[in-house]
């Protein structure tokens, strides 16, 4: 193939080098990095091979930019789809024990050399180094990490067999197959989506992997048979395009998560817990299951502003949030109702449930000392809950633990109160016509009377209890 016939190829990872860059700058990750690296490696090795001559001795310089550029790119893609690709230690320590042993092979290889024992070193040094590496991460025993070790390990042994006897080019397959099936074979394992893109990401590589040996077994076997150079360019596209889509899934799935999460704590905002709030009113009415909502506001909050500043405040707000989602179950939610006010949805939970993950929430953040600018603070936590009952409308559910809310902190704060019927008179007598103003204004004011047709009959309760007092 002359240079006007590797030019397609070439422009088309030129191309997709520019895609990445640019998708880059949008999913700011470690991994979107590496993989931008990774396709400009690719690039450097079609370019180098475009200046290789058709026939006769190839430049040892070319040789080593062409395969060792993708030797390089397969390591990089392999720390990319790890699990410590946000590790900056860790993801060095793979670079440097399989990438630097790998592409050390490829220089030796394009030089020529005749001893046997820079091959074995570099071989071993892989491929020890890159199993070590795995059970050093993971830690754990497991049956798949078991059998992806005695795969590379007998795909080592076997490639420093070869060397032992003079032949160099299994050893040079086997980086390159393996490097390329392993990032397809590392996705399958620490990938939870199993969308469009990551499956068509995980099938590339698998095949790309392949097309190393099976283009080594061809020649050996079956020299006769010509299989045009552009089949075997069809996974990387397979890789290309997948990459791609799954950045746009991801960048869709940071666009919901924001639409859905409060930014600066992690919890559910207020639209994303009241949707979780009413699916599991729903299914508690279905399956007839109890279902517990507690309303949670941090006692006296101002001071903590007025004290460390805002930044203070926000870091105090992050705390308490990890805090309370360690108490809770795995199905419980917490959501960020307004301001320093939250809101647990607790399925499953009737009374006495739903009192006991109050107080467990209550006396797991009043044990707990929070550092805010190198200082210790303290903090508590008023909680109402109440508990549905068959045909309770949710603004009724809610304003119940509301209401409950109100009377622990007029009650002292840091403590738990349970919602009770005589609560919304109890609130109406104990706001004063004077301030009446001022509780209209408020957040938990206009939460508690959203509805139209209950301001009638919250008026008539104030004006009953100011005449009596």
Not at 22 to 48: D, G, K, P, Y
Not at 70 to 76: D, K, M, R, T
Not at 364 to 383: F, G, H, M, Q
Request: with cysteine; net charge neutral; proline share 4%.
């Amino acid at each position: 193939m002359n240079l006007l016939d590797k030019a397609p190829t070439l422009i088309t990872v030129a191309v997709l080098a520019i895609i990445f860059a640019c998708l880059e700058r949008q999913v700011r990750s470690a991994r979107t990095r590496f993989w931008t690296f990774a396709w400009l490696l690719v690039f450097i090795h079609f370019l180098a091979q475009a200046f290789e001559p058709a026939n006769g001795t190839v430049n040892p310089i070319l040789s080593i930019l062409d395969w060792g550029a993708l030797q390089a790119s397969a390591v990089v893609f392999v720390v990319a789809a790890s699990s410590v690709v946000e590790d900056r230690v860790k993801r060095l320590w793979l670079l440097l024990l399989t990438g630097v042993p790998s592409v050390a092979f490829t220089v030796v290889g394009s030089y020529d050399v005749n001893l046997r024992w820079p091959y074995i070193a570099c071989l071993t040094a892989c491929f020890a180094g890159g199993i070590g590496f795995m059970f050093c991460v993971v830690r754990r025993f497991s049956i798949a990490s078991a059998a992806l070790a005695m795969v590379v390990a007998g795909t080592g042994l076997y490639t420093i067999h070869a060397a032992l006897q003079g032949s160099f080019d299994p050893g040079a397959t086997a980086l390159l197959g393996l490097g390329f099936a392993l990032p397809g074979v590392i996705m399958c394992r620490n990938q939870y989506r199993t969308t469009p893109g990551v499956l068509t990401v995980i099938v590339g590589f698998l095949f790309w992997g392949a097309v190393f040996p099976v283009s080594m077994l061809t020649g050996r076997f079956i020299p006769q048979v010509h299989i045009p150079a552009e089949m075997w360019n069809v996974p990387k596209m397979f890789v290309a395009f997948g990459m791609i889509l799954a950045a746009v899934e991801e960048m869709q799935e940071a666009l919901r998560r924001e639409a859905t999460h409060d930014g600066l704590t992690g919890a559910w905002n207020r639209s994303g817990i009241m949707g979780i709030l009413e699916r599991e009113t729903l299914r508690a009415e279905r399956q007839a299951q109890p279902l517990g909502v507690i309303m949670i506001d941090v006692d006296d909050f101002k001071s903590v502003n007025d004290t460390h500043g805002h930044r203070g405040g926000d870091a105090v707000l992050r705390s308490f949030v990890k805090q309370v989602a360690s108490v809770l179950r795995p199905y419980d939610s917490l959501g960020r109702f307004g301001g320093e006010e939250f809101l647990i949805v607790a399925p499953g939970c009737g009374q006495a449930q739903t009192r006991e993950l109050s107080e467990r929430v209550r006396t797991t953040v009043a044990d707990s000392c929070l550092a805010v600018n190198e200082k210790p603070i303290r903090i508590t936590i008023s909680a109402g809950f109440a508990v549905y009952t068959s045909g309770c409308p949710l603004e009724s559910l809610l304003h119940l633990a509301d209401t409950a809310l109100y009377v622990a902190k007029r009650s002292g704060r840091n403590r738990v109160e349970a919602a009770r019927d005589e609560h919304a008179p109890m609130v109406a007598q104990q706001i004063p016509v004077a301030r009446f103003s001022d509780v209209y204004e408020s957040v938990r004011f206009r939460n508690s009377v959203a509805d139209a047709q209950r301001m009638p009959q919250f008026f008539e309760q104030v004006e009953s209890a100011a005449r009596q007092r």
